[in-house]
């Protein structure tokens, strides 16, 4: 069950608790794709909108930036919870040996936590970091996107070989954890197969899994919710709007959306985030508009009926999307 929790800018903003003694806020603003700069003022802007959880990654080179925008937002470090992310064996200069990669993956986490606090002090430890995305054993020395490996194409990213290696990476966020330089550990794009080997000898489970979930690719793409659920993991969707986190017409424009919204003088992409959270899930936006951000945040005042998130889960117009993009569940 959700939580509440009051900020200077909204009245009441839900928390869900991922972990024995961490409320995380169920909506994040994110910043992908953004530069120091860019990432800096959104989240001022975020902020200032009422948002108390910003979401970052190593990969995404702007953490220094998110650290500024903490410290010029002048927000307590009790009042607002950060995530960010340490990417998989193989991947953004990371060892593909598991062994390796496990030393490899605590100093990042270190690495993580000095760049967010060298502009916003305050943090001394962060709130959630997530595993980015599987191990791709196979990457070329100095691979750094995941898309250019042959993980992602083949949809290998739980191979035997790079479920070894994730079970030695997730040993790693154990001992960050152990070490009190994190509060709360999970995953990002794990499809079921990959949760299972790492579940089959964690120590500490994973607290939440970060995956591509959105109105159209049905209520429940591959079991993810529902084995989600089974062991006690929260959901979160970083493309709530669709179309690879940049948006979809469909979600942003078609005739089911935008009528349901009308129905309760909201947007349709406050419908579609409205239905990730009557699943449970937890969700990351992204904008630097501050009246998109304010949008983004005002979810807590209706309720979709039945019908309507019965029709928003028979939508199949992103069936072909999958909650992960570096490994997929075997046909049934």
């Known amino acids: 069950m959700y939580a509440l929790m009051v900020s200077a800018a909204i009245a009441m903003v839900p928390t869900i608790e991922i972990a024995t003694g961490v409320s995380m806020p169920v909506v994040a603003a994110g910043t992908w794709q953004y530069d120091n700069a860019t990432a800096a003022a959104s989240v001022v802007a975020a902020i200032k909108e009422g948002f108390t959880h910003i979401d970052t990654a190593f990969s995404y080179k702007n953490q220094r930036g998110v650290g500024a925008g903490l410290a010029r937002s002048g927000i307590a470090r009790n009042s607002v919870f950060v995530t960010s992310k340490v990417s998989g064996c193989g991947l953004y200069g990371l060892p593909v040996d598991g062994e390796e ?132 993991l929260t959901v979160q969707a970083w493309s709530p709007l669709g179309h690879g986190g940049h948006g979809s017409s469909s979600i942003l424009h078609g005739k089911l959306t935008t009528a349901i919204g009308a129905a309760h003088n909201k947007s349709a992409a406050q419908v579609a985030l409205k239905w990730l959270l009557s699943k449970g899930a937890a969700v990351v936006t992204k904008s630097s508009n501050p009246a998109h951000l304010r949008e983004n945040i005002d979810l807590f005042d209706f309720d979709l009926s039945a019908a309507e998130v019965a029709a928003l889960d028979a939508a199949t117009f992103a069936k072909d999307d999958t909650p992960s993009f570096m490994c997929n569940d075997p046909d049934p």
């Open 101 to 232: 990669c496990e030393r490899a993956t605590l100093a990042a986490v270190r690495e993580d936590l000095a760049e967010l606090s060298f502009s916003y002090p305050a943090l001394k430890k962060i709130d959630l970091v997530l595993l980015h995305e599987p191990p791709c054993v196979t990457a070329p020395p100095g691979t750094q996107s995941p898309l250019n490996t042959t993980c992602f194409t083949n949809r290998t990213g739980c191979s035997p070989a790079n479920c070894a290696a994730l079970r030695h990476q997730w040993s790693a966020m154990e001992s960050a954890l152990a070490a009190g330089l994190i509060r709360a550990a999970g995953v990002s794009n794990y499809c079921t197969v990959c949760l299972k080997a790492l579940l089959s000898t964690a120590r500490v489970p994973p607290a939440l899994n970060q995956v591509q979930l959105h109105v159209g690719m049905g209520p429940d793409p591959q079991g993810t919710i529902s084995m989600a659920r089974r062991h006690g």
